[in-house]
């Protein structure tokens, strides 16, 4: 199964639910990532909260790292999915 196919999103169940909770997982972190940044930014306003406003941007920079790794695991897990079924056929002949 080749990865980054946009047919092998919706080929299965199990591949619509994986689809669906992968690309809830990855707009939640992007989501919080961003209001992160943005907190971060309006902290910088103060110069008592500068600590907090760089450690604010620390974590939302690792989030937006790993929003996109995430959709990367979606694609392997996919191909593990397609390499299993294609295991279980030939096992069936």
Known sequence: MKIFAPETR?????????FAAYELASTLVQVTAGLLFLVGS???FYNSWENTAIWLFVIGSLLFVIGPSLKLVRELHYALIGDLADLAERARS
């Open 10 to 18: 919706h080929s299965t169940k199990q591949h619509q639910r994986l």
């Open 42 to 44: 309006w902290l910088f």
